[in-house]
């Protein structure tokens, strides 16, 4: 890398400065209001760390931490990596974790969806990796059709290269813009949003998944050659090498994200047997997927924050014998409409113990009930175990499932789970 002007060398040393400082104080960790000291003194800081590395830029609705922590792990293989792989998404988390590493060549950047094509022009990457589209705190984010309009137009004025999921027609839609692209069937559980064509508005026809299709306009599935075979656990590379995932993040979520790590890794030279082997090393990513250990019960915490995340929290419960917590909040940056619970199908929830918490559980109360999900409702984590424990001394795990500041709240509780 070159070296930095003197205005942004002052700048990434105050925004350095301001990031210890907060952490030191027990503000936070630093990651935003870094950042936004080193932007008000170089507004271009972010292109200017960007020069001189291999950045892969990571945006989705849901997996995007995830799929940045394991990419983060696979190229740490080949020395330091600079990345915000705690989730400080925005270009001021951008500033911090670049400016925080200037010596690695190689990045990995968690981008809001909302941002991408603004941190695409400004970086210049040499990947950027789509996921999944769906609907999420629509009181702050646009339309996910016009999100995936934004990040069309951006990448077909770019020359970086895209590694997208072909199994959502909304990320694959968009990475068609691109002039170079890898295609990886990672699947789509939550099809919801999906069912017209984002090209011209048909009706989008599925006859056999994966495939997808539009028969009005032409628009179909790109061709994959990367591939999840989440019935057997394996990886398939494109020479056909098929490599057992046996990841140690739980749920088909998760292998999907291994396989779009996998094929990231390769565009940096990674050989895919080795990417995973060092994908198996992750076990949680801030917080999620976490157990603790308290009053003698294993509590494990699961992030859920739109229907399609919790419809993927579903699927890795534990037996129905296990209870489980649910935690809705609506601060800003859970977003302030609830109305997407209706969206989620509870139903799968009748055969076993739950309770309702967070600042919202009226509204979640609610549509438990529409769907005739039995509940009881508690203020605390410890206050439904201390309960469970009373009439079931043999308990020893309960499941939670909460919206993004719920689950934090509840981390916090619990010191701050890694």
Known sequence: MSELPLRAQLASVLGRSAASLSRATGRGDGSVIGGRVALKVEPDLLAKLAQGRRLALIS??????????????????????????????????????????????????????????????????????????????????????????????????????????????????????????TWVS??????????????????????????????????????????????????IAPDGQQIKLRMNLPGDANRANAAIAAATAAGYGMHPERTIERLREVTSVAGRYTSVVTMGVEVRLLLAKNPAGWLESFAVLDPPRVPVILAVNAQIPDGKDTSWLWDVDYTVLRDRRVFVMGERRTDLALRLET????????????????????????????????NYTAFQQIRTAYGRVQ
Request: charged fraction near 25%.
């Open 371 to 402: 769907d005739e999900v039995p509940f009881e409702t508690a203020d605390r984590v410890d206050e439904v175990l201390a309960k469970l424990k009373a009439e079931r001394p043999d308990i020893t795990k309960v499941d939670v499932i909460a």
């Open 60 to 181: 989705a609705t849901n997996g995007k931490t995830t799929t940045t922590r394991l990419i983060a792990q696979a190229l740490r293989e080949f020395g330091d990596v600079a990345t915000n792989e705690h989730g400080a998404n925005m270009p001021t988390g951008h500033i911090t974790a670049l400016a925080g590493n200037k010596s690695a060549v190689n990045g990995v950047l968690e981008v809001d969806e909302k941002y991408l094509p603004q941190v695409l022009k400004a970086t210049n990457p040499s990947f950027v990796v789509l996921m999944n589209l769906s609907r999420d705190q629509m009181d702050r984010a646009s339309e996910i059709n016009l999100l995936a309009k934004k990040w069309r137009t951006a990448l077909s004025q770019s020359n970086t290269h895209v590694i997208a999921n072909a199994d959502d027609p909304l990320v694959a839609w968009a990475g068609l813009g691109a002039p170079n692209a």
């Open 186 to 235: 990672a699947g789509q559980r939550w099809k919801e949003d999906s069912w017209c064509c984002p090209e011209c508005g048909g009706h989008l026809k599925r006859d056999t998944d994966p495939h997808w299709e539009c028969p009005e306009c032409g628009l179909a599935r790109p061709r994959a050659t990367w591939a999840v075979d989440n019935d057997n656990d394996l990886l």
